[in-house]
């Protein structure tokens, strides 16, 4: 229905318009020209959407539960732009992957600096983390962000140009029980979330040194299969062949099954790293299963990397998020030698799940009193009233608009206050107020001083007063 209305107002808006603007000379200013006379569209760009007000219970729900786990982890909250120079995603993500190549919104500043939109937010970490000198602080360093990043991806189900990350990210230790203990982050925020159905898939893809005698033979192997390939593997082949692991056309899924695997090529070091990581997610008995196809399509990563996957709706499978070890990344911004391991939530899709399992969305605490007025003097009165009690901490509705008292009442009555407290125009003359017992539907007036002990005692008996307020929205 959204749709069609928005189709409608887009037709009336063109309509308006005076036919075709003449084609304008070149430069900036014709430029600027043209874009003002353009029809507005009502909706966003391509890929990006509204989350209104009825969505929100379910954005809260993830808010509230992130705000509650990263402290309890020890990870400190860090914000960081959502724009950086472009460079510094291109070295870190690497060229030749999609999200470099294809997704990236970059674009020049007008003091003609090269610029992107994040595609993710690791990068723009490490950079605050070697920028701050975080190095010098005890280690490991954790940090936890939240916020947009930008792709230009093919929108589809649950994917958005414009989407939402919960981003963990920890430094400075190179052991594998912080990988699990990631992955057990994970698994209980997925809990506290109420999917419940969730396997990990885990991989690990060996450092620069093993990697590079695996790639030589990955190589090799997609060469004599080469035919069978995809036009875009094709060309991954000379620019980042590990990819061509998770490509998802049915010709290169069957060419990669019989490929050889990281696992089976990794060097001591990352053989010890990964058979540790096993050893403590079957400990804390963790869903997980090997995934050697798993390759994650970033450059930085290295050992590790895992995948978040919901399981349920006959076999098919989203993934909700994932990440990874990226032990050499600091070190190659220019930072010192740092190992490190993060992973993302991609709130969008957990969302989305949450609504297909029907697990509880937050619920806001719902006002128990309201404040009807009628005449200017009673609705001056009654702002001071709502500052007075909104100040204890009581939770309070109103419409302070031009309606009836009527349709005030109604307005009440739909909210489903137990109390409405009227100031009509004889009252605020008076100073007294009406109490209404929205319940029983008996009143009693009393004055105006009075309110705030006759309303705590009402409320008293219940528990009705709400905590002072607590910021916990972000
Ligand atoms: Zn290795
Ligand atoms: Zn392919």
């Not at 009143?443 to 105006?448: A, L, V």
Request: glycine residues 6%.
């Amino acid at each position: 229905m959204a749709r069609t209305a928005t189709k409608k107002v887009n037709r009336i808006i063109k309509k308006s318009l005076p036919k075709k603007t003449k084609t304008l000379p070149r430069g900036n200013k014709a430029v600027k020209k043209k874009i003002v006379s353009e029809p507005i569209l009502m909706q966003p760009p391509r890929g990006m959407r509204d989350i209104l007000p009825a969505e929100q219970d379910y954005w809260n729900r993830v808010r509230m539960v992130l705000d509650k786990e990263y402290p309890k982890y020890g990870f400190g909250r860090i914000d960081i732009p959502a724009v950086e120079f472009a460079n510094l995603f291109v070295r870190s993500i690497g060229e030749g992957t999609d999200v470099i190549d294809k997704e990236m919104y970059s674009f020049l500043t007008k003091g003609k600096d090269k610029v992107a939109l994040r595609p993710e937010m690791t990068a723009g970490i490490a950079r605050a983390y070697i920028q701050h000198g975080m190095n010098v602080l005890s280690k490991p360093i954790k940090l936890f962000s939240i916020g947009p990043v930008y792709r230009y991806d093919r929108p589809q189900e649950g994917r958005y140009r414009e989407h939402f990350q919960a981003n963990f990210d920890i430094f400075g230790e190179e052991d594998a029980v912080l990988d699990a203990q990631m992955i057990q982050l994970a698994h209980r925020i997925m809990l506290n979330l109420g999917i419940k159905e969730v396997q990990f898939q885990i991989n690990s893809i060996g450092c620069p040194s093993c990697r590079k005698e695996y790639l030589d033979m990955l190589v090799s192997y997609f060469e004599s299969k080469k035919k069978k390939l995809c036009k875009t593997c094709k060309s991954r082949l000379k620019t980042n062949p590990l990819r061509i692991l998770d490509c998802k056309e049915d010709k290169c899924v069957q060419v990669s099954a019989t490929a050889p695997q990281t696992v089976d090529h990794l060097c001591e070091g990352c053989r010890n790293h990964f058979k540790n990581l096993l050893e403590y997610l079957d400990e804390l008995e963790l869903p997980y299963a090997i995934n050697p196809q798993l390759v994650r399509g970033l450059d930085y990563y290295t050992r590790t990397v895992f995948e978040i996957w919901s399981v349920g709706e006959e076999g098919k499978r989203k993934s909700l998020g994932g990440g990874g070890r990226y032990d050499k990344l600091v070190e190659s911004l220019g930072g010192e030698p740092t190992p490190a391991i993060g992973f993302a939530l991609g709130l969008d899709r957990l969302i989305m799940e949450m609504k297909r399992i029907k697990a509880k969305s937050y619920e806001s605490p719902k006002p128990r009193i309201f404040i009807a007025q009628l005449g200017n003097l009673a609705k001056k009165k009654s702002l001071k009233l709502f500052a007075n009690l909104e100040k204890e901490g009581i939770l309070l509705a109103e419409s302070f608009g031009r309606g009836s008292l009527k349709s005030q009442l109604r307005t009440a009555n739909k909210l489903g206050v137990e109390m409405t407290i009227i100031i009509g125009q004889k009252e605020a003359l008076d100073e007294t107020v009406i109490i209404k017992n929205m319940v029983t539907g008996t009143q009693e007036t009393i004055p105006q001083e009075k309110v705030l002990n006759a309303v705590k005692k009402i409320l008293k008996n219940k528990p009705m007063v709400i905590k002072k307020r607590k910021v916990t929205n972000k």
